[in-house]
């Protein structure tokens, strides 16, 4: 039975029969990743019974959740074959920014059926809600058949919880959503049940569930926007801490004597070499690896990156450290270049370290993890 104060407080007096239980969470969770099977093969998968997975699919399927794709051929023979139906459900992710929002619309099967992003100058509340709408209308508008599938809203905001629901500690220019209800606010206007996470919690949840996760189950993620945070997901699950900041990589640099490695930073040395780029958002969509700034940039925050890895490999001990978040392919690799752990030597031997990667889900993975948040939760995985 679902406990309903897990979920959303708009969302506790409707539709949490639709919830799925841990056998039920099991099987879907097969089925996300590998695609049609068999009964029978989703039972040798699972380790249940071949009566548990037919009386769990038979429900599914009841309820929307699955549906058949004719026969799959198995040994010498053919069975039934399922899959995920992906207008089961529908869910809305979005990512508010300091400069800018971006929404993704994600179908039952982990599927983007569209994504929009606008630069927004005035981050005020009643600015971005109306961008926020704008967007939303546009994306739904011709690929939600039915707008009672509509699950959720998971929002992605830059800053930190303070431990009291969804406020959310932001940077300066989010001044107008510091503090806030934000989960409320979003839920009035919006109507719709949400979910609310931190930019790099959402992001390394997009790349567990569709990126480099699914080759690497624990992992740390860095975030690079604006500011520099992140997310640790073991076993495929994000995990939080007390507060909802686990992965708050920034909080390791000291405050002293380092140069914290934003892209706001690398916007502004930009800047001071004479490449005037107004906001973070259209340095990324025009970054060029070759301008004199990036190698500045990199002089300056490499001491800085160097001790959130070290700590991140330290502490957690990760299969990876995935550098992610709107961060151009080309700057990441340049920065994995340079990345040095803290491990001396000891009888010939250093610590084993994580592999340093590039995320595989670079264009929104804040609002494609937000829109995966509701469906992560509620049905698939642990």
Known sequence: MTDTRLLPKTFQRARVSEVANASERAVLEILRQSGPLTRSEIARRSGLSAMTITRISDALEARGFLRSVGKITEG??????????????????????????????MDFAGALRGSRSQLVPDMQKAITLERIGDLMADVIRNEVPDKGRLFGLGVAISGFFIGEGSKVNPP????????????????????????????????????????????????????FSTDFGGGIVQNGAIWRGRHGNAGEFAGAIPLDGFVHPNLENLRRVLCAQGTDIPTVAEMVAHFDPSWPAVETWLDQVTPALNIAASAASAVLDPDAIILGGILPQALGEKMIKR??????????????????????ITQDAAAIGAAAAPFKAHFFGN
Request: hydrophobic share 50%; proline share 5%.
């Open 76 to 105: 010498r023979g053919a069975n039934e074959g399922l899959e995920i139906n992906p207008n089961a459900a529908f869910c809305i992710g979005v990512s508010i920014r300091t400069d800018s929002v971006a929404v993704s619309l």
């Open 172 to 223: 300066d220019l989010l001044e107008d959503w510091a503090l806030t209800d934000v989960e409320a606010i979003l839920a009035e206007r919006f109507k719709l049940p949400v979910w609310v996470d931190n930019d790099g919690n959402a992001a390394a949840l997009a790349e567990a569930m569709f990126g480099l996760g699914l080759t690497y189950p624990s992992f740390a993620y860095m975030y």
């Open 339 to 360: 990345i040095r752990f803290s491990s001396g030597a000891r009888r010939g031997l250093i610590r084993p370290v994580p592999l340093v990667l590039c995320a595989e």
